[in-house]
């Protein structure tokens, strides 16, 4: 299995998502949150399962939620660099520094 990690970006959106679900309800928020871990255990026991979204970056859609995991495979390593939101203009996320 390979080792995960969120840039700051990453985890600045997956927080405010998480706390726009938790305003909905705390079911919701628990379902979300639910998803994402399972998301990233998946990812870090198959790295490649996203696929390419241009020659560096993968992404993963969230079933069930208007959201990707977009991330990298760095030195084996997943570094997830958004968890972008459907409603958000594509690739914003491109130039972010990891």
Not at 45 to 56: Q, V
Not at 64 to 84: K, S
Request: proline content about 4%; hydrophobic content about 40%; charged content about 30%.
């Amino acid at each position: 299995m390979v080792e995960l990690s969120l840039t700051s970006a990453a985890k600045d959106e997956y927080r405010g998502a998480l706390e726009w679900y938790r305003d909905k309800g705390d079911e919701v928020a628990v379902r979300f949150e639910d998803t994402i871990n399972r998301c990233f255990q998946l990812l870090r026991r198959f790295p490649e399962l996203g696929g390419r979204i241009d020659s560096r970056h993968r992404a993963h859609v969230l079933v069930g939620w208007p959201y990707q995991i977009v991330y990298r495979l760095i030195d084996n390593n997943v570094v997830v660099v958004a968890i972008a939101h459907a409603k958000l203009p594509p690739f914003y996320w491109k130039n972010r520094r990891l």
